[in-house]
């Protein structure tokens, strides 16, 4: 199966690109993060890193099977492209199930991800979106769905927030929620992420792993044609009219408006990641040497 997955921290983008590549009549687009579907035979594994042994041939085969049909794979559409963000944590797992597969990894300033993030975890729930996605879900996931409707009452009554836990379940994030601040949980969010990504991604084939920064991508039409050509869109004119149509120049800029406590606990957390994928430790959204 021709198969392209993007990785990528909650909130760098990734739902962005999806709609970028998705916009090619060949490419299947699953509508959604379905970590449900990743986690199939793993419910009451306590976090979101799975290791690769955990993808047996069962779980496997079933991943194979629900991910085209949620992409709408046959006729046109040949190339199926998906973005749970979870799998930020377990690529190795992702790469036993799609040994052909090719990853597009999505980096984004982490200040700006976690500002961000920190607002979506204080949301309440979009019920709207809940029940359109439930749609979709399978019922063989029954685990998934009882620890999701714990986790979204549990976070609603006792946190007064959407959730108890929005986004990836990096290990250790529980005691994290129990003994730190939101802002330190967020900020380990992303550089656990990103962190994990990239490590993994360096394993593959390089010629299946394209690293892509998300300034870079909202700022040059060149970088949008490199990434949907490594997605196998020849021709990615459809790509370029919606990019043009919807991209925001001016994204980010949130980081100052939290308070001078928490940008200090969250950059102590950041820092050596922030440094280590380019970006200029003294302007949120610049990479060292570009505008």
Known sequence: MDTVILIGAARSGTKFLRSLLGA?????????????????????????????????????????RLLPKQGGMGGARSILVEKTVSNTLRVPFVAAVFPEARFIH????????????????????????????????????????????WNLVFGTVRDRRGVRIWGPRYPGIDADLAENSLIEVCARQWAMSAEYAARDLASL??????????????????????????????????????????????????WNSLTETDRKNAESIISGQLSKFGYDLDRPGFLNGKS
Do not use: C
Request: hydrophobic residues 40%; glycine residues 6%.
């Open 106 to 149: 999505l980096i984004r300033d982490g200040r700006d991800v976690v500002e961000s993030a920190l607002r979506m975890w204080q949301n309440p729930p979009d019920w709207g979106y809940l029940v359109q996605k439930a749609r979709s879900f399978p019922v063989s996931n029954y685990g998934y769905a009882a620890w999701y409707l």
């Open 24 to 64: 090619d009549a060949k490419m299947g687009e699953v509508p959604y993060d379905v970590n449900y579907i990743w986690r199939h035979g793993n419910d009451a594994y306590p976090h979101d890193a799975l290791p690769s042994a955990l993808a047996t041939s069962r779980v496997k085969s079933y991943i194979r």
């Open 205 to 254: 084939p390089a010629e299946q792993v394209m690293t892509v920064h998300y300034e870079e991508l909202i700022a040059s039409e060149a970088v949008v044609v490199d990434v949907a050509r490594f997605a196998g869109i020849n021709a990615p004119e459809l790509v370029l009219s919606v990019y043009r149509e919807t991209v925001r120049h001016d994204t980010g800029g949130g």
